[in-house]
């Protein structure tokens, strides 16, 4: 018998998250199963943990889009017991049982080996948001942004997915100019290594002018809607954004006339189905690129019956940096 967060739904249609005790038995089909060290939390852990968001196909339900551990036991060649592994995405913790939960079975193909100058709760502490925050700056980079280019824009900056392309954008040697609706999080920016701080509301609504003045080398967009809008027209000839999320709204009411008159680039980051390759060359960037200090500034600590609470915050935007679950506290 193990420890998991279980969400079950009542006949009204309710669902209800709680910490119980499962046994191995009902763990679901796969090659490889993970003695849990850590697991953390995203937003879309918020939507599984509580009302679903659609995503979640049967209950009760275990969530947890991320975790990192241990093999204990493989029928693929590739994992033997003992074994660091990492998993992000792959619609496990969503259609499939996830983190939260002291054991987890998988498809070996989802599990990725931790890489050297990584332990596992530094996996998790970037887990998804961090992974999706290295998959942006790679994409930036692989289209030739480079720190002499000018100041790269992080919208959304005090997020899980903000903190990591900050710090990380930081250590390479960019201006990184934060978009922050808090306030409060100015300092915690600045200590990631953002040189500048923007108020969301001097950016989040869109204009008439279909161009503004050319201010921005690159973007890691978190957001969205009105403001990824309003930054295409302020992006430099030949820049790119990286757009990882929809905070802001799925909608996009722009012009064609930043691609078409700026030659800039809109690139749209998914981590969930990434390739194993980049998955690895993610993973290691990551080991080499983000620096361990500024990750443990973003950490807040939690345990599995910390996450119905915290479900509710992070869907209400209360959640800054990352939240690191230790699933056998």
């Known amino acids: 018998m193990f420890n998991a967060l279980v969400v079950e739904k009542d006949d009204d249609g309710k669902t209800h998250a709680?910490?119980?005790?499962?046994?191995?038995?009902?763990?679901?089909?796969?090659?490889?199963?993970?003695?849990?060290?850590?697991?953390?939390?995203?937003?879309?852990?918020?939507?599984?943990?509580?009302?679903?968001?659609?995503?979640?196909?049967?209950?009760p339900h275990v969530p947890g889009i991320d975790f990192a551990g241990t093999v204990e036991a493989s029928d693929d060649d590739r994992y033997k017991p003992g074994d660091k592994v990492v998993l992000t995405g792959w619609r496990v913790g969503e259609a499939h049982w996830g983190g939260y939960a002291q054991k987890a079975r998988v498809k070996a193909d989802w599990l990725v080996p931790l890489p050297e100058g990584l332990n596992t709760r530094q996996a998790m502490a970037v887990g998804t948001a961090g992974f999706t925050a290295m998959l942006a700056v790679m994409a930036l980079e692989d289209h030739g942004l480079t720190p002499d280019d000018g100041t790269v824009l992080v919208t959304g900056a005090a997020g899980g997915v903000g903190s990591v392309a900050?710090?990380?954008?930081?250590?390479?040697?960019?201006?990184v100019a934060g978009v922050t609706g808090r306030p409060e999080t100015a300092e915690y920016l600045t200590g990631l290594g953002a040189s500048q701080i923007v108020a969301r509301e001097e950016i989040n609504e869109t204009v008439k002018r279909p161009l503004e003045a050319e201010t921005w080398a690159g973007c890691v967009d978190a957001v969205g809607g009105a403001m990824l809008a309003r930054v295409l027209g302020q992006m430099k000839y030949g820049a790119s954004v990286a757009a990882v999320g929809l905070a802001g709204g799925a909608g996009?009411?722009?012009?064609?006339?930043?691609?078409?008159?700026?030659?800039v680039n809109l690139l749209g980051i998914d981590s969930v189905m990434q390739p194993y390759d980049n998955r690895r060359r993610a993973w290691q960037r990551i080991a080499s690129d983000l620096p361990m200090d500024k990750l443990e500034a973003m950490v807040q600590p939690a345990v599995l019956g910390d996450l119905p609470q915290?479900?509710?915050?992070?869907?209400?935007g209360k959640v800054r940096g990352r939240v690191v679950v230790d699933v056998n506290a």
């Open 18 to 59: 709680s910490v119980q005790q499962i046994g191995e038995d009902r763990l679901p089909e796969g090659e490889v199963t993970v003695a849990v060290d850590y697991s953390t939390l995203n937003y879309k852990d918020g939507l599984c943990i509580g009302p679903g968001g659609g995503l979640v196909r049967n209950y």
């Open 166 to 175: 900050t710090a990380i954008l930081a250590n390479l040697g960019y201006q």
């Open 252 to 263: 996009l009411p722009a012009t064609v006339i930043p691609f078409l008159l700026r030659g």
């Open 310 to 316: 915290l479900g509710i915050d992070i869907l209400e």
